[in-house]
């Protein structure tokens, strides 16, 4: 069965400074690994995914993530934060196959002080 | 842009009553999901449709059922709501894709249940 680690339930970092959440998978077969962000009183919305093509993938407002098969690995990273990342974020696989569900991560929640 | 909608953002509710989430997407996609959120477990799947009429349980489905009876909307039903139902739901769908998986999912606002 596949499964998601999120370590640790909250982040802090200082405006400007790197961002790094960590997510380790794992999965029999190489998954589909997907990072979705909440911010506060909404619904997730996707930040970006691996689906085997390029192992960095690149997504929205600045973040990245590198698939690394060795490690097992999907740490989420953006370069300089900013006081609008404040969220929740959640680390997701999927296996591959006709409609595969996804498995959640706990979640991480990122606070960045000015 | 797709769009997921739930008939509620909050919800009280007493014990033993019978509890109707909606939920009503626009893209014409396939799959449907309930998810519960709840501090510290992250997203738990109770059930999910892969096509009108049919629906598959996921990880936590006892005490829920859910009913698909149009392609745009997917209902979850408690049928006798208990104080441990309080939570976050969360509906999202996905189109069902050609390679199979790696669709993204789009999620509602979220339905914040009370049971009392």
């Known amino acids: 069965a596949q499964s998601v680690t999120q370590l640790g339930s909250h982040v802090s970092v200082s405006e400007g400074a790197l961002v790094l959440l960590r997510c380790n998978y794992s999965s029999s077969v190489p998954p589909y690994l997907f990072w979705y962000v909440q911010y506060p009183n909404q619904g997730l919305q996707l930040l970006l995914k691996y689906t085997s093509a390029a192992t960095l993938v690149k997504g929205i407002n600045d973040f990245e993530a590198e698939f690394k098969k060795s490690e097992t690995s999907f740490h989420l990273t953006k370069p300089s934060a900013h006081m609008s990342d404040a969220a929740e974020y959640f680390c997701?696989?999927?296996?591959?196959?006709?409609?595969?569900?996804?498995?959640f991560g706990k979640g991480i929640t990122l606070s960045v002080r000015p | 842009d797709v769009k997921v909608t739930q008939s509620s953002r909050y919800l009280v509710k007493r014990t033993g009553e019978k509890v109707f989430l909606e939920c009503v997407q626009d893209?014409?996609?396939?799959?449907m999901f309930w998810y519960r959120q709840d501090p510290g477990l992250g997203l738990r799947l109770i059930y999910f449709?892969?096509?009108?009429?049919?629906?598959e349980k996921g990880d936590i489905p006892e005490g829920y059922s859910v009913s698909r009876e149009k392609k745009e909307r997917f209902s979850l039903i408690l049928e006798s709501a208990s104080t441990n139902q309080t939570s976050m739901y969360l509906c999202?769908?996905?189109?069902?894709?050609?390679?199979?998986?790696?669709?993204?999912?789009?999620f509602g606002p979220g339905t914040r249940l009370t049971v009392l």
């Open positions: 997701a696989v999927s296996e591959r196959g006709a409609n595969s569900k996804l498995t």
């Open positions: 893209m014409d996609h396939e799959n």
């Open positions: 999202a769908s996905s189109s069902a894709g050609l390679a199979g998986g790696g669709d993204t999912q789009y």
């Open positions: 449709s892969y096509d009108v009429k049919m629906k």
